[in-house]
């Protein structure tokens, strides 16, 4: 659900200025409140500088809910063709605000992309190192505080159930193997 964008908070502003230039060009910002109402976000969305027909999102202004003793930025990537992406990020930070999910690496929110693609191949979405950029999400912080970022990767059920298997490590070698494109949630599985 959209919401009329509100004032941003001096650490938004900042977190905008440091994170847009590594994400893209074209930025906007949109701002989401939960289906309760209770939680609102706002979303940045960048065109790939490279190629016009990817979008990377960021939640803006999560690092302020602590989960874990860490403060937390969630992005992601998606062809322009799943535009519902912004929204999966939204829902996945609602999740984390509201109740208390742990976005830290390797962890799995389930059923998230299936929430808004049914029909894809990609049904949940696990966190991991934002490896798209080096180290230079690594090393952010926003007012003098450390962030982590993490990229939300599309995966599987049965990605999922080897992950839980076998850990994220194994996971990751089948990936680096296929050389997945983490763009597309209707890729097919590494793990039938």
């Given at each position: 659900?959209?919401?009329?964008?509100?004032?941003?908070?001096?650490?938004?502003?900042?977190?905008?200025?440091?994170?847009?230039?590594?994400?893209?060009?074209?930025?906007?910002?949109?701002?989401?409140?939960?289906?309760?109402?209770?939680?609102?976000?706002?979303?940045?969305?960048?065109?790939?500088?490279?190629?016009?027909?990817?979008?990377?999102?960021?939640?803006?202004?999560?690092?302020?809910?602590?989960?874990?003793?860490?403060c937390h930025e969630i992005v992601m990537g998606g062809y322009k063709q799943y535009p519902e992406i912004e929204?999966?990020?939204?829902?996945?930070?609602?999740?984390?605000?509201?109740?208390?999910?742990?976005?830290?690496?390797?962890?799995?929110?389930?059923?998230?992309?299936?929430?808004?693609?049914?029909?894809?191949?990609?049904?949940?979405?696990?966190?991991?190192?934002?490896?798209?950029?080096d180290r230079r999400m690594s090393s952010l912080t926003v007012l003098g505080c450390p962030v982590d970022v993490?990229?939300?990767?599309?995966?599987?059920?049965?990605?999922?159930?080897?992950?839980?298997?076998y850990g994220i490590h194994a996971l990751e070698i089948l990936f680096d193997r296929a050389g997945i494109d983490?763009?597309?949630?209707?890729?097919?599985?590494?793990?039938?």
């Amino acid at each position: 659900m959209y919401a009329p964008v509100l004032y941003p908070s001096n650490a938004q502003i900042e977190l905008f200025s440091r994170i847009s230039p590594l994400l893209g060009v074209n930025p906007t910002v949109t701002n989401y409140v939960d289906d309760f109402g209770s939680c609102n976000l706002d979303i940045l969305r960048c065109t790939d500088s490279v190629d016009q027909n990817v979008f990377f999102y960021s939640s803006l202004g999560l690092m302020g809910y602590s989960v874990n003793g860490g403060c937390h930025e969630i992005v992601m990537g998606g062809y322009k063709q799943y535009p519902e992406i912004e929204a999966i990020v939204a829902s996945c930070a609602f999740f984390v605000i509201r109740n208390r999910w742990d976005c830290g690496l390797g962890n799995v929110f389930e059923s998230v992309v299936e929430m808004y693609y049914p029909k894809a191949t990609m049904k949940h979405i696990m966190f991991y190192y934002p490896y798209l950029w080096d180290r230079r999400m690594s090393s952010l912080t926003v007012l003098g505080c450390p962030v982590d970022v993490v990229l939300g990767v599309p995966i599987s059920h049965s990605e999922f159930i080897y992950s839980r298997r076998y850990g994220i490590h194994a996971l990751e070698i089948l990936f680096d193997r296929a050389g997945i494109d983490i763009f597309d949630i209707n890729r097919n599985p590494v793990v039938r």
